[in-house]
């Protein structure tokens, strides 16, 4: 079945980065966009940013635009998101979604969710 | 931009049914019909339980519909159960922002 899992908890300090890895699993990564998302502790569901994981073409939110770096690895079926520059706002889980478009046709809808990462920024 | 707006908060008993209005504007749900609605409990990840606006995704059950009015999207559950109880996400396709959810609705069966 489409199974996606990602990397497990990270604890980082402020000005530090985090990258969260996504492994799809049941598809072929390459065939359908991947969604990034993230939610703050009661709070709600926030898009970061998705990737054409065929072309590694990215779009991400403004508010990220200069901090977050999509990617993929087609070898091993895995997406990654890179965050830059941490702050305690940064506090999140974060989730990799696919999108339900098939053949790459951007649907803007996520069919199936990891389990999500928990981010936490302190110092 | 603001995020579309819901009510924070709904509430019914078992048995009825209930709508989440999900508001936006014309760059948004009033002129893209990408509107999509997922539930969430505490501590899982969302699930699709809506998407194109209308469609169910298979395996969702039929007591959940939604329609969309000009900028105002709105998810229905009838039949209301315990297990409804949960977060409900809208979420749409913007030409503002490309993705835009909702602030989340929180449901509770009493």
């Known amino acids: 079945q489409v199974q996606l899992v990602q990397s497990g908890a990270e604890m980082k300090r402020p000005g530090a980065s985090v990258k969260v890895s996504c492994k799809a699993s049941?598809?072929?990564?390459?065939?359908?966009?991947m969604h990034w998302v993230r939610q703050a502790p009661g709070q709600g569901l926030e898009w970061m940013g998705s990737i054409n994981p065929n072309s590694g073409d990215t779009k991400s939110a403004q508010q990220f635009q200069g901090r977050v770096t999509m990617t993929r690895d087609t070898s091993t079926n895995t997406a990654y998101m890179e965050l830059t520059r941490l702050t305690p706002d940064d506090t999140a889980v974060y989730y990799c979604?696919?999108?339900?478009?098939?053949?790459?046709?951007?649907?803007?809808?996520?069919?199936?969710w990891g389990q999500g990462t928990t981010v936490i920024v302190s110092s | 931009q603001s995020a579309l707006t819901q009510p924070a908060s709904v509430s019914g008993s078992p048995g009825q049914s209930i709508t989440i209005s999900c508001t936006g504007s014309s760059s948004d749900i009033g002129n893209y019909n990408l509107v999509s609605w997922y539930q969430q409990y505490p501590g899982k990840a969302p699930k699709l339980v809506i998407f194109e606006v209308t469609k169910r995704p298979s395996g969702v059950s039929n007591r959940f519909s939604a329609s969309k009015s000009g900028n105002t999207a709105s998810l229905t559950i009838s039949g209301l159960r315990s297990e409804d109880e949960a977060d409900y996400y809208c979420?749409?396709?913007?030409?503002?922002?490309?993705?835009?959810f909702g602030g989340g609705t929180k449901l509770t069966v009493l």
């Open positions: 979420c749409s396709f913007s030409r503002i922002t490309t993705v835009m």
């Open positions: 049941g598809y072929t990564l390459t065939g359908y966009y």
């Open positions: 979604a696919k999108d339900r478009g098939q053949w790459l046709v951007f649907v803007y809808v996520m069919d199936v």
